[in-house]
Nanobody, 122 residues
């Protein structure tokens, strides 16, 4: 079982930035697509961003386009989510996810991190 360790959450004021990181425990994970989901209090988990392994193609939820940037370092087996211009509605637990392909990551990731809390104050 691939272990994903997501870190970098915290408290930030609206308009501020945070950087989330995710590292995998297994080198086989390096060929997987990676991404991020989030879950706000009382809400279902929702897709945030994903990046493919081969060509590095990126996908974003409409709610974060233009503000969040996902990137990866295949050599280090890590993925990073740079979150800018954060809004109070972005308060949620953010989960690193992984799957064989980008479509899998977007729709139904097979691997999840433990989650990291992001709180955006107004």
């Amino acid at each position: 079982q691939v272990q994903l360790g997501d870190t970098g959450g915290g408290l930030v004021q609206a308009g501020g930035s945070l950087r989330l990181s995710c590292a995998a425990s297994d080198s086989t994970f390096s060929s997987y697509a990676k991404g991020w989901f989030r879950q706000a209090p009382g809400e279902e988990r929702e897709f945030v961003a994903a990046i493919s392994w081969g060509n590095g193609r990126r996908h974003y939820a409409d709610s974060v386009k233009g503000r969040f940037i996902i990137s990866r370092d295949n050599a280090k087996n890590t993925v990073v989510l740079q979150m800018n211009s954060l809004k109070p509605e972005g308060t949620a637990v953010y989960f690193c996810v992984a799957g064989p392909q980008c479509d899998t990551v977007i729709k139904s990731p097979g691997h999840w991190g433990q989650g990291t809390q992001v709180t955006v104050s107004s």
